[in-house]
């Protein structure tokens, strides 16, 4: 038994696949998933094993860019080339109280969009770390964890951002004109633009739809959830191209042993697969999900 176990720990070296505790992958899973958690960034493969992970601190939005690293916010902006572990890029908000960078996207011009909670201000940032674009978000307090969490550009150049105390999303011009505002029910964490106009925003207490009059078109909460799986909050979204919705969750609670912390559902509300490690990992909060070989999907990516 020994000598098998020796065999089993060398294998998981030589391969840089950790394995999973029995059943973490729940249902079908037909690609990978890069998501953050327990203060880490990590990429899991379809069975649960995490194949990469970077320690992070208050990780709460993730991307893997088209050369393959990954970008994320934990506090800063930071990206990773997974080959190396290596940060070769990053960006820290010089007034952190609250939590600094809640928000990270990469733009096509090669600059990162950061919403840095502690001053309440969208930016553009290029690559030397110089700030060339910034707007300042209305009724925000200096130094609070509840400003920001989130924002996307838009293909027509506004801005989505998501608001946490104020509970809505709003899209503005570059020069700070609201065009659309989307009150949700709760904390709004993520809001994402469909390409027919409407937005999914995961908002703490679930994920909805709303069209472009800001009315709710679909909606997923825990009481769609099956066989009394227990859930915490809706945070990241990853919008596929079929249709279905991957959600990162946080703070499942502690004594729960039937819980998801990262799942996919369809538009029919069916729970295609969901992730649960007992013992780790409940406060997973962005989540993406790329091909059977960890690449990106193809196609825009909704995220």
Not at 172 to 201: C, H
Not at 225 to 251: A, E, M, T
Not at 255 to 265: H, Q
């Amino acid at each position: 038994m020994k000598s098998l176990m020796k065999v089993f720990l060398l294998m998981a070296v030589t391969t840089g696949v950790l394995a999973a505790d029995a059943d973490t992958v729940f249902g079908n899973l037909d690609g990978q998933i890069l998501a953050t958690g327990a203060g880490r960034v990590l990429r899991l493969d379809a069975q649960g094993n995490v194949l990469w992970s970077f320690k992070g601190s208050n990780v709460s939005d993730i991307w893997m860019l088209p050369n393959g690293n990954v970008l994320f916010a934990d506090n800063q902006a930071k990206e990773v080339d997974p080959k190396t572990n290596k940060i070769v890029w990053s960006y820290k908000s010089e007034f952190g109280k609250g939590g600094g960078v809640f928000g990270v996207q990469r733009l096509e011009n090669g600059n990162t969009l950061v919403c840095e909670n502690s001053t309440g201000r969208i930016l553009e940032v290029d690559q030397d770390g110089k700030i060339v674009f910034e707007l300042q978000m209305p009724f925000m307090e200096k130094g609070s964890h509840n400003n920001l969490r989130t924002c996307r550009k838009l293909k027509n150049g506004n801005y989505l951002v998501a608001f946490k105390a104020k509970k809505l999303v709003r899209e503005y011009t570059p020069d700070g004109k609201v065009v659309q505002e989307i009150k949700t029910s709760n904390v709004a964490f993520t809001a994402v633009r469909l390409p027919d106009g409407n937005t999914v925003v995961g908002h703490i207490d679930g994920v909805s739809e709303f069209d472009r009059n800001s009315k709710v078109v679909w909606n997923f909460n825990a009481e769609d959830l099956p066989d009394g799986l227990k859930v915490g909050y809706f945070c990241g979204v990853h919008c596929l191209s079929n249709g279905n919705i991957v959600c990162g969750i946080y703070s499942i609670p502690v004594k729960e042993e039937r819980g998801v912390a990262l799942c996919e559902v369809t538009r029919e509300k069916k729970l295609v697969w969901h992730y649960f490690k007992k013992g780790g990992d409940r406060v997973m909060m962005s989540a993406l999900k790329l091909s059977a070989d960890g690449k990106l999907l193809p196609g825009e990516l909704w995220h």
